[in-house]
């Protein structure tokens, strides 16, 4: 199982990107699927998850009502869109998949066997 996060990048306060995890190898319907974070000198954070049918979806109290997670099992992929966004979300956001997704939700880093990349976000004050 490989995935790949994108969609990362420089900006303002107050704006919006959207990241991507392309899953491949696996089908992600049989997933649970994490979003993650991590700035420089703090542990890795929980930020969202979702489960395989999209119906329990989970978020830090740090972003709910800000962030939305969505996924599209058609294509393997889940999103993280990020609105209103600060400075203190500057961190490398990373995706990953527990298989199997027996579980309406994890926040803790040890229970995903698969991660990406990550991809870097800097929110500009």
Do not use: H
Request: aromatic content about 12%.
């Amino acid at each position: 199982v490989q995935l790949q996060a994108s969609g990362g990048g420089l900006v303002q306060a107050g704006g919006s990107l959207r990241l991507s995890c392309e899953v491949s190898g696996r089908i992600i319907s049989s997933a649970l699927v994490g979003w993650f974070r991590q700035a420089p000198g703090e542990d890795r954070e929980f930020v969202s998850s979702i489960t395989g049918n999209g119906y329990i979806i989970y978020y830090a109290d740090s972003v709910k009502g800000r962030f939305t997670v969505s996924k599209d099992n058609a294509a393997n992929m889940v999103y993280l869109q990020m609105n209103s966004l600060k400075p203190e979300d500057t961190a490398i956001y990373y995706c990953a998949a527990r298989y199997p997704g027996d579980v309406l939700t994890s926040r803790r880093p040890s229970e995903y066997g698969y991660w990406g990349q990550g991809t870097q976000v800097t929110v500009s004050s």
